[in-house]
DNA sequence: TGTAAGTATGACAGATATGTGACATTGGCT
DNA sequence: AGCCAATGTCACATATCTGTCATACTTACA
């Protein structure tokens, strides 16, 4: 399944209450998707994928516990985090919640900045990142775990996008990219930026990267660029 | 002592209790140990040395409390880690529960997510070597037993979470870490706190640090931070 | 050798990220 | 109650990064 970017699921009855959690959360940079019943929460689950579901205690036919149950028992949405609203005043429901599933528990009414704190914090929790070597190419050193790059011993100064191209290059190294590959594989699909910025990027790694290295990033005339270690 | 499998004691007398974290734990890859009683569970602490003791706040006889206490108490077994489970409500007693030796503290109900997370926090957090001995960079001293940091002699004044975080660098040197990932380390996994927050406290205890130590913390930008004794 | 297309490079202004001081709040202590 | 240390947040100051241009170079090929 592919990275995508936040979105996050509102399932309420009540369309003012889901366009409140909506602004906030939209505010805070997360895409919001919206149901007003299980049935089509399912169906958005299942479809769009989204990293967490708010989800209203009380819903018009099957209940919000019932359904946070539901979703914790199907293999396809079992590994959605759930933060589950309520009402004031049902404090004992709580256990009941979170025996059922949900990830957090938040009691209305709340705040929006407690809505997005506590959201982050599940998140948080729920996504854990994998470790990664150093990638090493004669002097040249990138190590993901201490975002360092080193030539000969030497710790290079560079920026974040060139960090990020020079680790996609280091990876994918003796092939060729044409400037809309590496917009995708490197600043992520979604941004319209000008393909002569990859130029520009790649000027500053090679700058940065010096005399005595700059030579592995290649021109492919009419293509792209590429990373290798032979002689073009 | 043998390293051995993921063995964690849950000492509560509600056996539905008992159940329910066995299940979580289990499904997060833990073995499990049961006790209803402080005195099985001193037996099984000592004879199955267990890496961790989930120990709840109401007991009949000793209470968990005055339990925690006694374990720290006990050479054989003072190097276990214990987490604290608690009813809502008592709020006020997670301080007696952490000095009495407690590593974390849970208010029921938590959700098993929430209960497995904090439970590897500690886990990772409880090096079973070398706690106890000061830590030195340069003229940087760090000694966990005193509590107190000094650089080149001289007693520096710093907060408890400054020293936390100064302790946490310098047991993790070099490697880059996000401001989640330090809310995560040093705040502990569930409080809601803007990430910002991260910065103001980096200050300060760059501050702290002083003209002479202040650079041994990087600012890896648009990823966070880093201790390290090599220039950036 | 002239020309057009493809690339390299330096400059720049807006956008982002981080540094920093101040403030309100909290909880312990006297 | 009043004081004090610690903490989290904010607003503003700085620092650094980014995308885009305009212009200078190169290369391929007629």
């Not at 959605?80 to 938040?106: F, Q, R, S, V, W």
């Not at 090493?136 to 975002?147: A, E, M, Y």
Request: proline share 4%; charged share 30%; with cysteine.
């Amino acid at each position: 399944m592919k990275q995508q970017g936040k979105k996050i699921l509102i399932v309420d009855d009540e369309a003012s209450i889901r366009e409140m959690i909506a602004v906030a959360l939209e505010m805070a940079g997360y895409e919001c998707l919206e149901a007003s019943n299980t049935q089509d929460a399912y169906s958005i689950i299942v479809d769009e994928n989204p990293q967490m579901v708010l989800l209203d205690w009380m819903l018009p036919g099957t209940s919000g516990l019932e359904f946070a149950r539901r979703l914790k028992r199907d293999d396809r949405t079992a590994e959605t985090p759930i933060i589950m609203l309520t009402a004031k005043g049902e404090e004992d429901n709580k256990i009941l919640g979170l025996e059922a599933g949900a990830d957090d528990y938040i009691t209305k009414p709340f705040s929006p900045r407690e809505l997005v704190a506590r959201l982050k914090a599940v998140l948080r929790r729920s996504t854990p990142q994998g470790i990664e070597d150093p990638i090493t190419v004669d002097g040249l050193i990138l190590d993901p775990v201490c975002h360092r790059v080193s030539a000969n011993d030497a710790p290079l100064d560079i920026g974040p996008t060139e960090y990020r191209l020079l680790q996609f290059f280091m990876t994918h190294q003796e092939r060729a990219y044409s400037r809309t590959q590496l917009l995708d594989q490197v600043w992520g699909g979604n941004v319209y930026v000008e393909e002569r910025t990859v130029d520009v990027h790649i000027r500053r790694l090679r700058k940065a990267l010096g005399s005595d290295f700059e030579h592995l990033i290649q021109t492919v005339r009419g293509t792209g660029y590429r990373f290798s270690t032979k002689a073009s």
